[in-house]
């Protein structure tokens, strides 16, 4: 094998492979406030994740008492999609908080 | 991740996260398409804490912004969107195949400045090693070998033969490896998955490659005593870093402590000619004339010399007693001189037989189990939703026993060492699979 001499430049591969093209996806619009409107707090049962909910939850009552919330944990473990959850939410013109504990 | 899925549903949603995975969920927010994805920061930990301190969370300031915590979910649930959170389309990201001609010391530098090594030295992929590197295999360069992610929250990405062939390269191996390099490339299972809980990764080598490429199965197998062994384990490193979607701390690592057996994969060949029972390799479906490599994952070992007369079953049940029960993680890495005592003495005729033995004999009451925060976190969700046993044991009452490890067809035995004495290995390892090395050669 060749051996190159100090100084002289040389070519090598980019060791890398190929990602794949990021599809850009536009988010929810938002409603002006949330008064009446039903927040889901949802728990995604990982590490302690439920206890901050409630937390947040009793904040959010004494900060905007207009507001309804609803407690749920998501079907599964962590990772697992809930699509049954997510049409509720959407059902019921939903806003959501999601806490992922650790 | 669920939150980019709740968006697209057209759900207004915010992200609580703790501050020390800011750029984990904006990396993966980006690569999801929703770069600009709403999050709320708390202080990090949350396991642990009292619901006293996570109400200081609540009522404190967002440790990233600086803003009142409950002002921020307010706005990200009700600020209307800008330009960029309104956006669709697709980015493209290319890799180029050479970079630009540079001197090999800045090169090295450049290299190790990407986080395209491991740290260590490596040979530089020149055109001309990878080329020499790429004649190990009768596929061509531009074949693809598969994809590979470090997460399953993570994108895959994807390779051919040549890019498998630099990494190959940076790892110090010869073409005559390169065909069980490209089966590991090939099982698309990273070498460095991102769980916070360290994994390492295992990889055992089955067939007459072993010996066609010099691999050592005896005395010092799993140690820094062999070409092979070690540029395969390297190589394999490698190129989950490189091909499989990187490997940066914070981002696609998030490895706590991070495991030093990463550096070298823990690759070794099995010394079936020394073993009293059937190679790992043909349990899974090869015949033994053919070469296969399969590939572990797990966080470390204890240890055990011998197998003693009066005690052994006391002193097995204490080998496996320190690892964390979850599924199946259990892999014994019997010396020669211990599968042959437990055969030969002991009436163990299969390594099916020793799996069901640990299987039946190392059990945990049901309390104790139920409040390993891992099992928590992975195995009561199933067991809720009715996955079996998990959803008998949920009922079982605190003191009956559970065994830890749940399928004895789970459990795996390999056979490596060299007689020198009977010291053996117990690893929290689950097997992942086996890819044939053949199909690369």
Redesign the interface.
Known sequence: MRSTSKGEKIAVLDPRGSPPSISLAPMAIRPESLVGRLVYLVDVRFMNGDTLLRELQKALARKCPDVRTEFRQKRGGYGEDDPGLWSEIRKNRGLMVMAIGH | ??????????????????Q??EDLVRTVA?????????FSF?P????????EE??E???GNDPVTGMPF?DG??QG?????DDE???????????????E????ED?HRF?LESG?TDGLPIV???????A?MSKGTSHGADEPVG??RPT??Q?????TV??VA??AV?AGAEPEFFPVILALAASGETALHSS?SSFASMVVVNGPVRHEIGMNAGIGALGPFNHANATIGRAYG?LSR????GAVPGKTYLGSQGNPLNYSNVCFPENEEQSVWEPFHVQKGFKPGESAVSIFRGRGFSHLLDVRKKTWREQFVNLVSSITPLRNNLTLLLEPLVARALKEREGFETKRQLARWFHENATIPAEVYWDY?IV???V???AQ?GVEPYATWLNLPKDARIPMFPDPEGISVVVVGGGTNAYWFAGDFTYLKSQSIDEWR
């Open positions: 991740m669920h939150c980019m899925t709740t968006e697209k549903l057209g759900i207004p949603s915010v992200a609580v996260i703790t020390v995975f980006f690569k999801g398409g929703m770069p600009k994805e709403r708390v990090h930990p949350v396991g642990g804490k009292s619901a996570l109400r969370y609540v009522l409950m979910i307010i649930l009700t600020g209307a969107l959170e309104k956006r669709s389309g697709s980015l493209k990201r290319g890799v180029p195949r050479l970079l001609p540079g001197k090999e090169l290299y395209w530089l992929p020149t055109e001309e090693r990878v020499r994809r590979m399953d929250t994108e895959y990405w994807e390779y040549e890019k630099a990494n940076m916070t490698l490189n091909l499989g979607g925060q928590i976190n992975y009561e969700p199933q939703k």
